[in-house]
T-cell receptor
Framework: GQQLNQSPQSMFIQEGEDVSMNCTSS?????WLWYKQEPGEGPVLLIA?????ELTSNGRLTAQFGITRKDSFLNISASIPSDVGIYFC???????????FGEGTQLTVNP | GAGVSQSPSNKVTEKGKDVELRCDPI?????LYWYRQRLGQGLEFLIY????????KSGLPSDRFSAERTGESVSTLTIQRTQQEDSAVYLC????????????FGPGTRLTVL
């Protein structure tokens, strides 16, 4: 089956630093999504990407849909303590189909 | 507005017992998804409903797992004869099919099988 490789698995950074994480896939996706999950809660959608090469921002978050459609990255600028959580990438083959998730990146921000 | 809700939030059961997990999707969302998340891992797809039919149930790990959906509302995931490896958080998501299928998640049910 499809697999998403997400890296890094964890990051420990100082407040104010920028963060970058990425996902690569063995196959093509037509949609990439980035979610954040906090303890005891379900994932919350941060950014959705629908076209190869698309670069989308949401506040301090920026994500890109790779040209090959097999990868995506998420950047967080000027991190703050409330950015702490687990960030997941997810790919979707076709409209309405299942999401395939990466293993997550655990982000810790030290004040 | 109301998001996706799931009940119970926590369930502890003994090995061999059956459990039912409930999901109430966002009103008007036609698509509903079930995922499983083991501790420290990403989400694994289980089953997808479009209305009350299930076009994709390929993620159900065994015949002990089943799910149904009433119309375009509530869904129930049933696990029969639970095993310890079934312990996980079970997450439900729903989406408008038309709106690029962005899936919105509930808080999950944490299942512990003793």
């Amino acid at each position: 089956g499809q697999q998403l490789n997400q890296s890094p698995q964890s990051m420990f950074i100082q407040e104010g630093e920028d963060v970058s994480m990425n996902c690569t896939s063995s196959s093509i996706f037509n949609t990439w999504l980035w979610y954040k999950q906090e303890p005891g809660e379900g994932p919350v959608l941060l950014i959705a990407l629908y076209k190869a090469g698309e670069l989308t921002s949401n506040g301090r978050l920026t994500a890109q849909f790779g040209i090959t459609r097999k990868d995506s990255f998420l950047n967080i600028s000027a991190s703050i303590p409330s950015d702490v959580g687990i960030y997941f990438c997810a790919g979707q083959e076709t409209s309405g189909s299942r999401l395939t998730f990466g293993e997550g990146t655990q982000l810790t921000v030290n004040p | 507005g109301a998001g996706v809700s799931q009940s119970p939030s926590n369930k502890v059961t003994e090995k061999g017992k059956d459990v039912e997990l409930r999901c109430d999707p966002i009103s008007g969302h036609t698509a509903l998804y079930w995922y499983r998340q083991r501790l420290g891992q990403g989400l694994e797809f289980l089953i997808y409903f479009q209305g009350n039919s299930a076009p994709d149930k390929s993620g159900l790990p065994s015949d002990r797992f089943s799910a149904e959906r009433t119309g375009e509302s509530v869904s129930t995931l049933t696990i029969q004869r639970t095993q310890q490896e079934d312990s996980a958080v079970y997450l439900c998501a729903s989406s408008w099919v038309a709106n690029y299928n962005e899936q919105f998640f509930g808080p999950g049910t944490r299942l512990t099988v003793l």
